[in-house]
């Protein structure tokens, strides 16, 4: 077949002018269109008043070979690619089984990749099954108990569980290993659209069920989950050429697990699991993260900005932005994670602190919108020396929220009429904040570095301009947001091993190589292959037709 991409449409085109369009962007009569199928749609809305629907699409013709030669050179019209998924190997008999530390996506991946390749892998997770997880994180939302081992952060389905399970990132693959973390999710009852759909998504309610599903059928191809299962300790030997290799791990309740193969997969919020490891002496360094807050907006405001009179069109859903400014102080601000109808969430797992992220469901038709209003910081600048000085940073600004907020895991919330004018609020105005279990008019330079909140309040009017109503006075911002990535990266080699330590393999966005949902998943297909690679079988080119 041949993939035709950059199809334009009016967002109101009947049925019909798709195939019109695709014979005359072919220059083929009627007859010779055999079929079409859509394989990517997306919006472009950057002139509201004409919104159009941008297509790919895979076509069969008549005399195909004749067409491709006509074409050549355009890179629009090409033939369609083999996004099949090949795996790398197959389990020789009676290999060591390998263990992926933590159930989230990229633990996810790499088990069920190691598992489809016959390793029969062993996933630990120091979290509960995902419903029982579920039952915990709104313990905390509606009663304000939290558990520290079963949370938002910590648990089967990892951190992207809560979260608007949108399923896009940046990532270039000529593999297509991200067609098959989208296929696999279709496989365990994903809505078969995210195939298609330029910027897919799935929502927390679905995800739960597509999380049980797939370790449904990681288990019966021979893999083994350990739930409420918390590694406490690495075992590290010597080896034969003078280097470290892993041997095996500690555990909670004082069990030990032989492995010289361990996937680390451990999550952005795993902060005693990365003091452990530095303590070990596997190699860590400090990455960027940022810091700053949740900032809610009506949906429907931000409908109106981005789609004007198509404002609720169901082809285009909930609008979304994504923007940043440059500031005078040298510092970066944008959007982070961006929730359309959807809350703000509590998202920390230490007692005695504060953090939010944001979430939505498919529907995505809560009243709210929210991102992250965040500001860059690197360890250069902000947190010098030691590895793990972006979790004291963390914690430091946390630890402020959850006093401003009063003390029982309420927020520090602020109208952004307030924040500017540098006033505390002691009340809130038109738009009503979704966060759970609740918040407290406060001031939010008191849960900031300055240098943030400089950045902050230079940044709103300019986003104002950028969307109507962003900079509204009545807008409300809830702190803080401080999990927007690892804090640290446990570096790893071209074979994926950890830099000084041999059998580890850190993967996935607690080890700082991946942001996001799909990124994350595709880095656990990596490792997985990699760890399968290491221990050698038979090895199958993956790139062959």
Sequence with gaps: MIRVTDLRLPLHHPDEALPAAIRKRLRIEPRDLIRHTV???????????????????DVAVRNEAAVLARFRRDRQVQLTPDTRYRPVATAPAGVARPVVIGAGPCGLFAGLILAQMGYRPIILDR?????????????????????????????????????????YSRIKDDRF???????????????PEILTEAHPHIGTFRLVKMVENMRETIEALGGEYRFSTRVDGIDVV???????????????????????????????SARDTFAMLYEAGVHVEAKPFSIGVRIEHPQSWIDQARFGADAGNPILGAAEYHISHHCSNGRTVYSFCMCPGGT???????EGRVATNGMSQYSRNERNANSGFVVAIDPVRDFPGDPLAGLALQRHWEERAFVAGGSSYKAPAQRLGDFLAGRPSTTLGSVVPSYRPGVTPTDLAE????????????????????????????????????????????????????????????AGEGAGYAGGILSAAVDGIKVAEAVALSIGGSVVDARAA
Aim: aromatic letters at 8%.
């Design 39 to 57: 394989a990517r749609r997306a919006h472009d809305a950057r002139d509201r008043t004409s919104i159009a629907l941008v297509y790919s699409v």
């Design 127 to 167: 979290g509960k099954v995902v419903r029982e997880r579920t039952k915990d994180t709104w313990g905390l939302w509606r009663k304000s108990v939290l558990n520290p081992e079963s949370n938002v952060q910590f648990g089967e389905g990892g951190a992207g569980t809560f979260s608007d399970g949108k399923l």
């Design 177 to 191: 290993l991200d067609r098959k973390v989208l296929t696999e999710f279709v496989r365990a009852g994903a809505p």
């Design 238 to 268: 010597d080896d034969a050429g003078g280097g470290r290799r892993v041997r095996g791990l500690h555990l909670h309740d004082s069990g030990y697990l032989e492995a010289d193969r361990v996937v680390l997969a451990i999550g952005h």
């Design 344 to 350: 703000v969430v509590a998202a920390t797992s230490e």
């Design 447 to 506: 849960c900031l570095p300055d240098f943030a909140v400089a950045a902050m309040r230079e940044a709103l009017p300019v986003f104002g301009r950028q969307i109507r109503g962003y900079d509204h006075p009545d807008v409300v911002m809830t702190g803080v947001e401080t999990r927007t990535s690892s804090p640290v990266r446990f570096t790893r080699g071209a074979d994926f091993q950890s830099l000084n330590t041999a059998g580890l393999f850190p």
